[in-house]
């Protein structure tokens, strides 16, 4: 009998093996198909996963060239048939190599070949040892032991005791010697879960959603939901109290967010309903605890599970539910290697397991408003809000009529702030009345170029078709000039602020827009005492640049929940489901932009951001009002979405997308190209459309500079296919996608295929 393994090599096929002697002679069975076994792969040794048994006269290769396994790395398989079956449709779903989808679902150190039990394994010092046990020679030995004694008659774990510096060699050595011991600290099972606070009383329209929700479970059946509730209509007390019945019957529940900075809120909440074992997952976690989260999931001893896209791809013991909470977000298309969305992963487990999965968000995308329309998944609309809270109030600001701000500099020029004398005083009238304020700006740093004035040159990143953006902290310039610097948003790439222009030398450099840094500065300044020039309100920058540390996050929610008057200014990050109950003006001084994209997704996208920043607004008990700055009042869609709201605003863009037939009227394929030149990705792509099958009848677009062409010193083209039947455009791809790598063109560049993209 010989073994199937998929190893981590982008090879679309499964490599055959025969069983290692080693397993015979000590009288073990063949590795479980789900088990890991090291096996060799030419020069290297690769960690793979067994896949399957087959007889050798079914192998293609001859039986002289089999090679056995190395060793089995797991008595017990690691992956059950169930998450073999996913990783098989994820495989041919986004047509990625089947060793490299499993790659991508198991934690670092598992791929790595670590035992499972590696921060379980516990070592401790055995009763009754004395320093005299210990040769004079033994220095290095006794002083190992002394490290493990430190930590009393429990001991320490492995994991630990790695990181103080203690060496495994060692640790094996005083075993040998009877002089320590190890063991495994088995965890409990995790005790019922119970309510730590009540339920709250729900509205008619958050009782029949959460009841549609148990029903399900309680069926054991499939049902893809779509709660589909505005900003502050309590879509979190839905998941809770649909939660406590699926907690109750001893089951687990995935709870799926956007962005890590979401984590620590959602466990609070959370934890503050129920008594429960609770665990978060996302990417800032140590690649330890991720692999203690993974087993702890595998095993049933996590009850609630939290966490970002790739938690979706977890083991689960006894899996009841999925919330995929601000569903529409693009945050949850993976991006690079396994380019899978999240949310359709999730529906997809969920027919899997026979659960209930819901789809939760205030701005649903057209793919699943498309779903509803046709019965594949069920709509709870959540239109009010509890209590005596109301939606916010938008206006539009015709910034063409009304003046920008003017702040004087210390050398007596005035400078533009971006924001018009009507938001400024709309800000200070609602700071006056002990209210917080957000403005939204989606581009950190200081500013997004900087140009010379004199000859119009304009700081570049030499990488990519970029500019470099400036990012400079006046507060800290006496002190230190390395906080001021330019640096691509796209690549990385820094340098230091030139005195004078590389090209004329003049002195005249200015840095032309508006980051959150500048706008927090200038607001600074407008708002300081104008005799003491102390800030009358604090000022709170959200962004990636302010949240980079750890506990960043909680400590900027800590800051804004003590409820004082304060303005906040973030980026999209502000957006994503976060609760500021004492906000009640939301102010976004350039609205125009993602309007005017070339991207036929940027409106969906932009109103989704725009009603999502809005919805901050208003959340407590006082009424909350957003303020949209514009120069284009008259656009169609901005004005669409202000005065009918986004469900209409959406059904409208979804009734154009039928009549030009994009998706989800299309089922969509991109395949991107990199490349030293520009040339060679075009060539690549016109070869890869003339191997398409004769009569595919495909919409073919392209191939096309991306809209990027330059990114880290590589150019990038794309090709983009649509076709009218899902499995059509997928039946192509079989026959086509893996010749296409081949071609001499193509060979020796990096072509990625994305299936459903959610951007060109």
Same mark, same amino acid.
């Given at each position: 009998m010989l073994l199937q393994v998929a190893l981590p090599v982008p090879l679309y096929r499964v490599f055959d093996y #025969?069983? =290692?002697? #080693?397993? *015979?002679?000590?009288? *073990?069975?063949l590795p479980a198909i789900g088990s890991r076994v090291e096996v060799p792969f030419g020069r290297q040794t690769l960690i793979g996963v067994v896949i399957n048994y087959i007889a050798k006269d079914q192998s293609s290769v001859p039986t002289h060239k089999l090679k056995p396994i190395t060793r089995c790395l797991d008595d017990e398989p690691i992956l059950n048939e169930r998450m073999l079956a996913l990783a098989s449709w994820l495989a041919r779903y986004y047509h990625y190599p089947l060793g490299d989808t499993l790659s991508v679902m198991l934690p670092s150190l598992i791929r790595q070949g670590k035992p499972l039990d590696l921060l379980i394994t516990h070592w401790r010092i055995l009763p009754n040892i004395n320093d005299d046990d210990f040769h004079a020679n033994a220095k290095k030995q006794k002083q190992q032991f002394d490290m493990l004694k430190l930590h009393g008659k429990?001991?320490?774990?492995?994991?630990?005791l790695l990181l103080e510096g203690m060496q495994r060699a060692f640790l094996k050595t005083l075993e040998e010697k009877n002089l320590v011991e190890r063991y495994i600290e088995t965890k409990a099972a995790p005790p019922a879960v119970s309510l730590a606070k009540m339920p709250l009383d729900l509205n008619p329209e958050q009782q029949q959603a959460v009841t549609a929700i148990v029903e399900a479970h309680k069926a054991n059946t499939y049902t893809g939901f779509l709660l589909n509730g505005i900003t502050g209509s309590g879509k979190t007390e839905v998941y809770l109290q649909a939660m406590q019945a699926v907690l109750e019957a001893g089951k687990q529940v995935l709870i799926l967010v956007p962005e890590i900075g979401l984590t620590p809120q959602t466990r609070a909440r959370f934890a503050s309903r129920f008594a429960a074992q609770i665990i978060l997952l996302h990417s800032g976690m140590s690649n330890t605890y991720r692999m203690q989260g993974w087993q702890d999931c595998r095993t049933g001893h996590a009850q609630i599970i939290i966490g970002t896209r790739s938690a979706v791809l977890y083991p689960f013991a006894n899996l009841g539910l999925i919330v995929v909470d601000e569903a529409h977000d693009v945050s949850y298309k993976q991006q690079d290697t396994l380019r899978y969305h999240a949310a359709d992963v999730a529906l997809y487990r969920g027919f899997q397991d026979k659960i209930p999965v819901v789809l939760g968000t205030a701005t649903p995308t057209l793919e699943h408003l498309k779903l509803i329309n046709e019965h594949?998944?069920?709509?709870?609309?959540? *239109?009010t809000r509890p209590g005596n809270a109301k939606p916010a109030t938008m206006q539009l600001i015709d910034a063409r009529l009304q003046s920008t701000?003017? @702040?004087?500099?210390?050398? +007596?020029?005035?400078?533009?702030?971006?924001?018009?004398?009507? $938001?400024?005083?709309?800000i200070k009238q609602t700071l006056e009345a002990g209210d917080q304020v957000l403005i939204f700006l989606n581009r950190r740093g200081y500013a997004p170029v900087l140009l010379c004035e004199a000859c119009g040159? @304009? =700081?570049?990143?030499?990488?990519?078709?970029?500019? $470099?953006?400036?990012?400079y902290n006046s507060s800290s310039q006496s002190s230190s000039y390395n906080s001021s610097y330019l640096k691509c948003h796209h690549c990385d790439w820094q340098a230091y602020i030139p005195t004078t222009c590389p090209d004329c030398a003049s002195q005249n450099l200015d840095a032309r827009g508006m980051g959150t840094t500048r706008l927090s500065e200038n607001l600074h300044a407008i708002f300081a005492n104008p005799q003491t020039s102390k800030q009358l309100y604090p000022i709170i920058q959200i962004d990636r640049d302010t949240t980079r540390r750890k506990d960043s996050w909680e400590n900027i929610y800590q800051r804004i929940n003590q409820g004082k008057p304060a303005i906040l200014v973030g980026t999209q990050m502000v957006a994503k489901g976060h609760h500021f109950p004492n906000v009640t003006l939301v102010c976004l001084p350039n609205a125009d932009r993602g309007f005017l994209s070339a991207d036929f997704r940027s409106p969906e996208?932009?109103? @989704?951001?725009?009603?999502?920043?809005?919805?901050?607004?208003? *959340? +407590?008990?006082?009424? +909350?009002?957003? $303020?949209?700055?514009? $120069?284009q009042p008259e656009n169609e869609l901005l004005l669409k979405l202000v005065k009918d709201g986004y469900l209409l605003f959406a059904r409208q863009l979804l009734q154009e997308r039928k009549v030009m037939g994009l998706p989800p009227y299309s089922h969509a394929a991109l395949i991107r190209c990199e490349a030293k030149t520009l040339a060679a990705t075009i060539q690549a792509l016109k070869d890869a459309i003339a191997n398409l099958p004769a009569n595919h009848k495909l919409a073919v677009l392209?191939?096309?500079d991306a809209p990027m062409s330059k990114k880290n010193s590589l150019y990038h083209s794309q090709l983009l296919l649509l076709a009218k039947d899902r499995q059509q455009l997928h039946h192509i791809l079989n026959l086509w996608w893996q010749p296409v790598l081949a071609l001499p063109s193509t060979k020796y560049l990096k072509l990625t295929l994305d299936i459903d993209p959610v951007g060109w």
């Open positions: #025969s069983s =290692a002697d #080693s397993n *015979r002679t000590q009288g *073990r069975a429990r001991g320490a774990s492995e994991e630990v594949k998944l069920t709509e709870y609309q959540l *239109r701000h003017q @702040q004087a500099q210390d050398d +007596g020029a005035r400078y533009d702030t971006g924001l018009t004398d009507v $938001l400024i005083g709309a040159w @304009q =700081a570049d990143c030499p990488r990519c078709d970029a500019h $470099l953006t400036v990012h996208h932009t109103a @989704q951001l725009m009603i999502q920043v809005a919805g901050r607004a208003g *959340r +407590g008990d006082k009424a +909350g009002r957003v $303020l949209i700055q514009t $120069l392209g191939p096309i």
